[in-house]
């Protein structure tokens, strides 16, 4: 009765075992999963991070090349409205100049 004891005693041992062994493994598949998943995603952290750089650096460059249309553009804008102030004013000693002209060559009427 003491080696049935001891048989059966063996056996739950071994199935606890086996028990463990498998429930051990099947955690081992998952680490291995998230392992596989945690370097697929620092891959694409790496990849996205290399894109964000180059987009950074292209919009600084954008960015710089419409500030700089701006300026130009504004510096245009004004130089054009002097040119039209100018053209203006002209236009007005024209008028008086012509105005006068015309007047010293009008004949005299005397009484």
Do not use: W
Request: aromatic letters at 6%; one cysteine or more.
């Amino acid at each position: 009765e003491q080696v049935v004891h001891l048989c059966l005693y063996h056996s739950c041992f071994f199935s606890g075992i086996e028990e463990l062994c498998f429930k051990r493994d099947e955690l081992n598949k998952q680490i291995q999963q998230e392992e596989s998943e945690k370097a697929r995603l620092q891959h694409d952290i790496r990849v996205l991070t290399e894109k964000l750089s180059r987009v950074n650096e292209s919009l600084a460059h954008r960015l710089t090349a419409r500030a700089e249309f701006d300026r130009t553009i504004a510096e245009t804008e004004a130089a054009y409205m002097k040119i039209l102030e100018s053209s203006q004013t002209l236009l007005s000693v024209l008028k008086k100049e012509t105005g006068n002209l015309t007047k010293a060559f009008e004949p005299r009427k005397d009484h």
